[in-house]
Nanobody
Framework: VQLQAYGGGSVQAGGSLRLSCAAS????????VAWFRQAPGKEREFVSV????????YYADSVKGRFTISRDNAKNTVSLQMNSLKPEDTAVYYC???????????????WGQGTLVTVSS
């Protein structure tokens, strides 16, 4: 599976961005896809996941109510709509697919290259 994340950029606090993760190389509808982020000097942390099959979604507490993950199996794309952005959301955002263990554990078989989100106060 090849993943390509895009849509990052710079925005002021309170603004919105929409990230997308385009996948190719495998039946996308049967893969769980997640977003992680990594701020400078910090460990990679779970943001959100959409599971294949059930379509259930989960969010980190820090983004719950502000971020929305969705998938379009016809377009092989998973998106992350980010609203009410805060400076602490500044990070490189990665999409990942096919978890090896818990969906919040950054142990996935496939990773995209990351896209930078910068939120200024």
């Amino acid at each position: 599976v090849q993943l390509q994340a895009y849509g990052g950029g710079s925005v002021q606090a309170g603004g919105s961005l929409r990230l997308s993760c385009a996948a190719s190389g495998r039946t996308f509808s049967r893969i769980t896809v997640a977003w992680f982020r990594q701020a400078p000097g910090k460990e990679r942390e779970f943001v959100s996941v959409v599971r294949w099959g059930s379509g259930n979604t989960y969010y980190a507490d820090s983004v719950k109510g502000r971020f929305t993950i969705s998938r379009d199996n016809a377009k092989n794309t998973v998106s992350l709509q980010m609203n009410s952005l805060k400076p602490e959301d500044t990070a490189v955002y990665y999409c990942a697919a096919d978890p090896r263990s818990s969906h919040s554990n950054p142990s996935y078989n496939y990773w995209g290259q990351g896209t930078l989100v910068t939120v200024s106060s």
